[in-house]
């Protein structure tokens, strides 16, 4: 399909980068008749890993049959078909379904759990403590165990970029480096847009790289600012765990708030509060206990990680139905410039990159973006695809659908884009318009808009309107001097 509006999300063009030729549907099941024989290593790979993914799938429903199982195997294996609209939605309006997308976070648990893991056994044998590099030993495995969380997570882009910066992170452990630096952030994004450039315009990889440079930058400064040759006490080691949750949150929404304003109209207003809830369950229990789970999978025990792992989930989603059904959870933002957008992010990459006053200009640019937001011109009249679908702005500045068969996906972006609450079905009341069983009229801004629908209407819509709409070739000898 075509974007729905200009500059809106282009189907055919990621399609194109994904190698994806054609779509279409089938009006029977197939009938699977039996592997063929793999031509080369990189067949015989795929297969393979196709296969352990079934399995590992097969085992996580027979242990948590429902929803719960295939929220897990989304965690696990990456395959969100499972999940229902009303789940995602729930974790979309709560500001939690970066929680169902295998990404930094699930990456960073699993292979931090292997390294923490592996060093703290080390580190308890007084001969290997004293006599082997621990730590690299520990970061190597790391990177083993995030090769092959990628592996059976199917290789989704996003999973691709996060394993990329967990191998930067303990690739520079192993050259005795620090780990958590800017550099690596923009090592990392070099090596993504030398291998697949046509993410640069991705929005993941804009709101992924936006929040680690935010939080990277802001560990730096937070690390100078606080003194951590104290150890604090047990109640202080609570406070910070939280606080850093917070504080973790409100810095990364703010580094991706430019980006989900400018290509998803919307924002999660109790994103913290979810966040607060929810992200201490996965990381202390549902992602511990994914990996213990496929620790004892091939053992057969797999269900002694999975039943606390479904516990867990189950509290996610409590949490994201409730903060997501809350008042104003929501908000709705209207499309902004292209100028406002470029002066926000370029505000922000000057503010996070420099450590001295002049940073500060960055402040100004970003200002100066939240200023010309509002200023995003608005089209009185839009059309869809084959003239099925036409709205056009009201005397309330909202726009007002006519009736009849139109595409339902392309009116919803339209309302995204204005910023409207609306659904499809409120927005499609033709209020504006005065229909009978040949075609509608409208008027905007003083000027006469006729839909027609069939030929009959066509002769007094060509001597009366001033923007005809057809769906056939304009006739000769019409007046209208603007015909769609």
């Known amino acids: 399909a075509k974007p729905a509006l200009p500059g809106g999300f282009d189907y055919a063009r990621t399609a194109w980068f994904e190698s994806v030729g054609a779509v279409g549907y089938a009006f029977a099941a197939p009938t699977i008749e039996g592997h063929a024989d793999p031509n080369s290593i990189v067949q015989w790979y795929r297969r393979t890993i196709e296969d352990i993914r079934q399995a590992i799938a097969a085992r996580i429903r027979a242990a948590l049959p429902g929803e719960v199982g295939e929220i897990a195997l989304a965690l696990i294996t990456g395959e969100r078909g499972g999940i229902t609209t009303e789940t995602n939605n729930a974790f979309k309006n709560s500001g939690l379904f970066h929680i169902l997308s295998i990404s930094g976070l699930h990456m960073v648990i699993a292979a931090g759990a292997v390294f923490y893991s592996v060093r703290l056994m080390l580190a308890a044998v007084p001969r290997f403590a004293l006599t082997m590099p621990i730590k690299k030993i520990a970061a190597a495995l790391g990177i083993i165990s995030a090769v092959a969380y990628l592996a059976i997570s199917g290789g989704q882009f996003a999973t691709v970029r996060s394993a990329l910066m967990i191998f930067i992170i303990f690739g520079s452990m192993l050259l005795d480096r620090p780990a958590l630096a800017l550099r690596n952030v923009a090592l990392a994004a070099f090596l993504i847009l030398a291998i697949y450039p046509e993410s640069l315009l991705d929005a993941g990889f804009q709101m992924s790289f936006a929040a680690v440079t935010a939080l990277i930058a802001s560990h730096e400064w937070l690390s100078r600012l606080f003194d951590r040759s104290r150890k604090p006490s047990p109640v202080m080691h609570v406070v910070i765990f939280f606080g850093e949750i917070i504080a973790s949150t409100l810095i990364a929404s703010a580094a991706v708030a430019p980006f989900a304003a400018y290509n998803f109209h919307q924002s999660q207003q109790y994103a913290v509060l979810a966040n607060m809830i929810a992200i201490p369950i996965c990381n202390l229990i549902v992602m511990p206990a994914a990996l213990i789970a496929m620790v004892l999978m091939p053992f057969g025990l797999q269900w002694i990680g999975l039943v606390p792992m479904g516990w867990g989930i189950e509290g996610m989603t409590w949490c994201a139905n409730k903060v997501g059904a809350l008042p104003g959870a929501v908000g709705h933002l209207p499309a902004i410039p292209e100028l406002a957008f470029v002066l926000m992010i370029v505000g922000g990459m000057w503010f996070l990159l420099w450590r001295t006053r002049i ?23 839009l059309i869809g695809q084959k003239g099925l679908l036409v709205a056009v702005r009201d005397a309330s500045g909202k726009l007002s659908a006519a009736p009849g068969k139109s595409t339902k996906y392309d009116l919803e972006r339209w ?15 033709g209020d504006a318009f005065s229909c009978d069983a040949v075609g509608c009229i409208a008027h905007v801004k003083g000027a006469t ?3 027609a629908r069939h030929p009959a209407s066509v002769t007094d819509d060509c001597l009366n309107a001033d923007v005809l709409i057809l769906d056939l070739p304009k006739p000769e000898g019409c007046a209208v001097p603007r015909a769609v």
């Open 449 to 451: 808009v006729a839909v």
């Open 359 to 381: 940073r500060l200009l960055g402040v100004a640019l970003f200002i100066a973006g939240l200023l010309i937001a509002p200023w995003m011109p608005r089209p009185d009249i």
């Open 415 to 429: 309302l995204e884009y204005d910023g409207d609450s609306r659904s499809g079905k409120d927005a499609k009341t």
